[in-house]
């Protein structure tokens, strides 16, 4: 049975942050700085934004993707070549659907505000009418 601690080293919990800085994600990932920059080079998933002064901000996708090399190559002892492969033998994610569309004008009458709607539309035409006079 593995203990406690091994096992939180190996599935370190993720803040609930938009951005991370690079001293961040190597102290979660427990590796150095440097091997991030590394895999930056090697993994083309992997690339955090820059902020306006050049620091490495990452995003929790990335933080998730480091966490994933890392089991890949120092758990699983693939190479880089093979992790790479892994990594991009892997379905994408989905992405976001998009917003409703707005409802159009008639749909929002057949619902039970048709009065308040046609009340709105009319004060609306009555201050047009007032306006185009001016």
């Known amino acids: 049975m593995e203990d406690l601690a091994s096992q939180a080293s190996a599935n370190p919990e993720i803040p609930d942050k938009l951005y991370f800085r690079i001293g961040e994600v190597a102290k979660l990932a427990g590796i150095k700085p440097y091997v991030l920059r590394f895999w930056e080079s090697e993994f083309s998933g992997l690339g955090p934004k820059k902020s306006g002064t050049g620091h490495r901000l990452y995003r929790r996708k990335d933080v998730e993707m480091v966490l994933e090399i890392k089991r890949l190559l120092y758990e699983k002892r ?57």
């Open 78 to 134: 693939f190479t880089i070549e093979g992790a790479r492969k892994v990594l991009e033998a892997r379905p994408k994610r989905e992405p976001a659907k998009p917003a409703a569309a707005p409802r159009r004008q008639a749909e929002l009458f057949q619902h039970g505000h048709g009065s308040f709607y046609h009340d709105v539309r009319r004060e609306l035409q009555e201050i047009l009418a007032i306006l185009e006079d001016e």
